[in-house]
């Protein structure tokens, strides 16, 4: 599995970003697509999931400002980030969990910056 982030940037207090996860490779055995990001001094925090019947689970410090959703056909996940906030500025990065018969796997992307100005 490979995924592939992007749509990061620069934007001010208050605008939007969408985030963009593209996954290829093998795709079977995934259940959940998640976005952590990593402020700087701080630790990875999980923002969003959403599974593979499309729950969706988000940290409360982005509830009803982030969407997680995902285009089946293009498979890929995207976060659509509203009212963003200076404490949103991280490296957000996406991570693809599930499991075979051989057990549990987890993937990573690579970052994707989002830097909030105030």
């Known amino acids: 599995v490979q995924l592939q982030a992007s749509g990061g940037g620069l934007v001010q207090a208050g605008g939007s970003l969408r985030l963009s996860c593209a996954v290829s490779?093998?795709?079977?055995?995934?259940?959940?697509i998640s976005w952590y990001r990593q402020a700087p001094g701080k630790q990875r925090e999980l923002v969003a999931v959403?599974?593979?019947?499309?729950?969706?689970t988000y940290v409360d410090s982005v509830k009803g400002r982030f969407t997680v959703f995902s285009d089946n056909a293009e498979n890929t996940v995207s976060l659509q980030m509203t009212s963003l906030k200076p404490e949103d500025t991280a490296l957000y990065y996406c991570?693809?969990?599930?499991?075979?018969?051989?057990?549990?796997?987890?993937?990573w992307g690579q970052g994707t910056q989002v830097t909030v100005s105030s």
């Open positions: 959403i599974s593979e019947g499309g729950s969706t």
């Open positions: 991570h693809a969990g599930g499991f075979t018969p051989s057990g549990t796997f987890g993937y």
């Open positions: 490779g093998s795709t079977e055995g995934i259940s959940a």
